[in-house]
């Protein structure tokens, strides 16, 4: 997992928008968020219900 500041590795990383790719960097860091598998983000993939309630329970836990 990257520290602060650090910039993440995914193997579709240049599927991210390019607008979008510092908040992802920041919630990864942040563990809101860690990809669908240890090397893939897939950024135009559907999010799942269960996803989704794990961001907003490691929101919470900020």
Same mark, same amino acid.
């Given at each position: 997992m990257p520290s602060a500041g650090e910039s993440v590795s995914f193997t579709d990383q240049t599927a991210i928008s390019t607008w979008a790719a510092k908040d992802v960097d920041a919630a990864v860091s942040l563990e809101l968020? !860690? +990809?669908?598998? =240890?090397d893939k983000f897939e950024p135009k +993939?559907? /999010? /799942?219900? =269960?996803?989704a309630a794990q961001v907003i329970y490691s @929101? @919470? !836990? @900020?």
């Open positions: 968020i !860690k +990809g669908r598998s =240890a +993939g559907m /999010t /799942t219900r =269960a996803e @929101l @919470l !836990k @900020l």
